[in-house]
Structure formats: structure tokens, C-alpha cells
């Protein structure tokens, strides 16, 4: 029996002798194993007197016979289905760039489980897929015959058929199955099928494999390594193929220092914030949002004037005066108010990048908090120059249209604390 425990960052899982997964108690064994996940050179776990503390990393783990889920921590109570729904879509949002118009598998998802939701999700589209009929394409085929097909390989024909004249070595062109798509598709597959726990997708999976039978089995490193462009002609499969991608992009697996098998879908919770933000910026300000705008310095030397200290603000949105907005997203919610260092980065992109109009903190929304609102940098120069504190509210993005109108009007030359 699969046993689930649903975290929240910065929860504590207690350690005992014996697992008790209705009070968020780990075995010994379980807090060894989870000690040694680590994700970027950093522990996904803190370790404490009798407790491991979740960090800034939500996402699913799975140990042998236990599932443990980290959602996002979000302000005042939110449902833990509601919760799992927001973090799933944060996800597909910044992964797959869907317009607004168009915000595939956004529907509300019912699995009791994130990975199992984007599972269903991959599965919903490569049946759509199949149903349609796989993708052929025409592939070269290098083959020893009987008879002459395409053109004669004259240079394998004279050095390896002197002694069998009645064979010929050919090229020519098959119109067949067995390309990159359908070969990355049976990958996910097969992987899925390696991972989910959920018996209605692990039925769903059984079911679609047979379709791909005549495609051989290709290694994920090699699936990654050569991104499938679309066009025209195989633009249907593109939608199965970027959650297919996301699926294979994010699952790591791992042996403990015991030896247990632990796979995991995780995700820096400050990165994923970041990439979010910039994606619903690209949704509602089109190309006139930059990420990670480069080419502005903090320092330059007189002698020669080589500059340092690159400065590489989050986003950047060009206004039509020609000049910009600058966001920079923090995950965080601040007790007293914003930490000193985050006032003198915003200070230094406001002074030191060109034809800033206004510098945005953009924090995860609470219901009460007096550091929101409309400020200056003191500037003996006499230049006024802005700084912008304000909250996003996620939980409207179960409400996908309204949580755009609601994020624009944040950004708005008029904008109203929210």
C-alpha cells in the first residue's frame, strides 16, 4: 500500500521509529533517504533535532510505498486541491507559453497527485493524437536487396557484394512511423509507465502502447538532446509533445545511500515564481516584455572604462515612450518590510540602466500587508524616481481570464494598490 503525506513549504516532517503519515511522521530510514536529495547543490530538506524541514522546493517524491507532495505555501487557507491546481498550472504557464486565448489542459484536474496530474494531462493529448493517426515521414534507408531500389551505394556495392552479385546496395525513402516523434512519444510512455502509481493512468498508458509497437525505444538523453522542430506538417502532435517534454525535462531518480529507488518532479519554488511572472508578462505585453535584459552595469573604470557588476534585472517591460518598467519578482512575504538588499538592487536598476520610468517588487499577495504601495528613491539630484511595491494574487488563476485582467491592471500607469 502507497502511503501519502501533502506538505507545504517550509513544513516539518517528524522522525520516529514508525511511519505515521496522518500526523507527518517519517521513519528513520524515510529521513535518511530523503537527506540525500539534493537539487542545484542545495538540500531539499533542512535537517533539525528530529525533523527535516521542506525548503523553497515543491513539486512529488516518491520513496518505496510513499508519496510525499510539497505545494506552494500561499497566504490564509487555501484547499489542498485548489492548491495542487494553482502549482500545476504556474507550471504548464511558464513551461508552455499558452496564449490567452488558449490555456491548454487547464481544465480542473482531479488527480490527487501533481506528477499524476500532468501524466493525465500528456496522456489526454497522445490519445487525441493516436486516434488520428501517427505521424509518418519519409526516412532513408541505407539496405542490402534483391532487387534495385532509390540509387545504388556504388561504394558499398563493390566492397561488399564482389562474391553476391544478385544483391544490390540501395538508399531510397520510406514513408514510415519510426521517426523523432513518435520515438520521443513512446519514451514518455514508457517512462510514465515506469513512474505512475494511478491505476486509471497506468490503464490509459497500457492501452495507448501497443500503437507504438514498431517504434524502437530510444534513451532520454538522446530525446533531449535533439528538440523536435514543428511546422505545418506535424503541428498536431506539438501540444503531446511539449508536456511530454516538461514530463521528461523535470523527473529525476536517484538511489538513496540505502539503495532506494527515489524518483521526484521538483521545482525551485523563486524560479518557478520568476518564470511565471514572465510568462503571463509575455501573455499581456506581448514582445514589449524582456527576460533577463543584458547589456547594463553597475561599474565602470575610468582608465579604460571596462564596466563590472552586470546588472540583469527579471523583466523588463518597454513602455511606448521607450522606456522601461523593470520587475523583479521576490517569494517571500515580508514581516516589517522589504529587506535593505532588495531596496538597493532596485535603486541600482532605477540609477544605473537607461530610461527606467519604474521599478516593481513584485511579492506574493496577502490580505493585509502596509508595505504595499507607492514609493520614491531619495535622490539629491531632484529626480524623482519610482519604486512600485505590489502583490499578485495566484489563487486567481483558477479563474485564468480574470487573473490576466487583474495582472495587468497591477502594471497600469495608474495602477491601484492591490
Not at 516532517?13 to 511511519?19: A, C, E, Q, T, V
Not at 538523453?221 to 516538461?246: C, D, H, M, V, W
Not at 520614491?376 to 539630484?381: A, G, H, N, Q, V
Request: net charge positive; glycine share 4%.
Amino acid at each position: 500500500m502507497i502511503e501519502t503525506i501533502v506538505l507545504k513549504e517550509y513544513d516539518q516532517l517528524h522522525i520516529k521509529d514508525k511511519r505515521d503519515t496522518v500526523h507527518k511522521v517519517i521513519s528513520k530510514e524515510d529521513a535518511l533517504d530523503l537527506q540525500t536529495i539534493i537539487m542545484d547543490d542545495e538540500p531539499v530538506f533542512k535537517w533539525s533535532y528530529k525533523k527535516l524541514i521542506v525548503q523553497h522546493w515543491v513539486g512529488t517524491i516518491s520513496l518505496k510505498n510513499l508519496n510525499i507532495e510539497i505545494l506552494p505555501k500561499l497566504y490564509g487557507y487555501v484547499s489542498t486541491d485548489d492548491l495542487r491546481i494553482v502549482l500545476m498550472r504556474m507550471i504548464m504557464i511558464s513551461h508552455q507559453n499558452p496564449s490567452v486565448r488558449e490555456m491548454p489542459g487547464m481544465i480542473r484536474m482531479k488527480k490527487d497527485s501533481l506528477i499524476e496530474m500532468l501524466i493525465d494531462t500528456y496522456l489526454n493529448l497522445l490519445d487525441k493524437y493516436v486516434r488520428e493517426g501517427l505521424q509518418h515521414s519519409y526516412k532513408k534507408i541505407d539496405q542490402n536487396i534483391n532487387r534495385v531500389k532509390g540509387r545504388i551505394l556504388f561504394g558499398k556495392q563493390f566492397s561488399r557484394n564482389i562474391l553476391e552479385p544478385t544483391k544490390f546496395w540501395c538508399r531510397y525513402s520510406k514513408f514510415t512511423e519510426d521517426n523523432d516523434i513518435n520515438r520521443f512519444m513512446k519514451l514518455c510512455l514508457c517512462q510514465m509507465n515506469r513512474i505512475s502509481r494511478d491505476e486509471h493512468n497506468r490503464r490509459r498508458i497500457k492501452y495507448l502502447l501497443p500503437a507504438f509497437d514498431d517504434i524502437p525505444t530510444i534513451s532520454r538523453e538522446k530525446a533531449l538532446a535533439k528538440p523536435i522542430i514543428f511546422n505545418s506538417t506535424n503541428q498536431r502532435a506539438e501540444e503531446a509533445y511539449k508536456y511530454g517534454l516538461l514530463f521528461l525535462n523535470n523527473i529525476f531518480s536517484t538511489l538513496s545511500a540505502g539503495n532506494t529507488s527515489i524518483s521526484m518532479m521538483l521545482f525551485n519554488m523563486n524560479d518557478l515564481y520568476e518564470l511565471f511572472v514572465y510568462r503571463v508578462s509575455r501573455i499581456v505585453f506581448g514582445n514589449r516584455a524582456i527576460y533577463q535584459m543584458r547589456g547594463n552595469y553597475l561599474l565602470e573604470r575610468d582608465s579604460d572604462r571596462k564596466k563590472y557588476v552586470n546588472l540583469r534585472p527579471d523583466i523588463t517591460i518597454k513602455n511606448n515612450n521607450g522606456g522601461f518598467d523593470i520587475i523583479d519578482t521576490k517569494w517571500k512575504i515580508p514581516k516589517n518590510f522589504v529587506k535593505e538588499s532588495d531596496t538597493y538592487q532596485m535603486n541600482a536598476y532605477s540609477s544605473s540602466i537607461k530610461s527606467v520610468d519604474r521599478v516593481f517588487l513584485l511579492y506574493p499577495y496577502v490580505v493585509r500587508n502596509d508595505i504595499v504601495g507607492d514609493y520614491s528613491f531619495i535622490d539629491l539630484s531632484g529626480r524623482k524616481r519610482a519604486l512600485k511595491i505590489r502583490t499578485v494574487d495566484l489563487i486567481l488563476v483558477l479563474d485564468w481570464k480574470k487573473f490576466v485582467k487583474e495582472f495587468e491592471t497591477i502594471f497600469a500607469k495608474e495602477s491601484v494598490c492591490l
